[in-house]
């Protein structure tokens, strides 16, 4: 069994920043992709970035490139640190694991194959 937990939401300002945390535990940590997502009630869960855990590839979506970072400090922990936050960045932001290469296509991120979900975490933007 994998756990996730992300962490470092909060409320900032429109143009701030955040950076978030995922701490990945329990058995079996094989995976092959770790990314990040959000959604917002009522709307679709949106692919943020996807990291590949043999190369460390990173994709984003169109959305935040250019804003958005993804990094990895070790085999367990990823960070996502987002500049020029605005409020259409609002959202519950989760980390997931995948055995699976990354899926991105034109610009997009998808969860197919993402088997590992943390609770998310909340990022308000706004004044």
């Known amino acids: 069994q994998v756990q996730l937990a992300e962490s470092g939401g909060g409320l900032v300002q429109p143009g701030g920043s955040l950076r978030l945390s995922c701490v990945v535990s329990?058995?079996?940590?094989?995976?092959?992709?770790i990314g990040w997502f959000r959604q917002v009630p009522g709307k679709e869960r949106e692919g943020v970035s996807c990291?590949?855990?043999?190369?460390?590839?990173i994709h984003y979506a169109d959305s935040v490139k250019g804003r958005f970072t993804m990094s990895r400090e070790n085999a367990n922990t990823v960070y996502l640190q987002m500049n020029v936050l605005n409020p259409e960045d609002t959202a519950k932001y989760y980390c997931?694991?995948?055995?699976?290469?990354?899926?991105?296509?034109?610009?997009?991120?998808?969860?197919?194959?993402?088997?590992?979900w943390g609770k998310g975490t909340l990022v308000t933007v706004s004044s």
């Open positions: 990291m590949s855990t043999s190369d460390g590839t």
């Open positions: 997931a694991t995948s055995p699976d290469p990354c899926l991105a296509v034109l610009g997009r991120i998808y969860a197919s194959g993402m088997d590992y």
């Open positions: 329990g058995f079996n940590l094989d995976y092959d992709a």
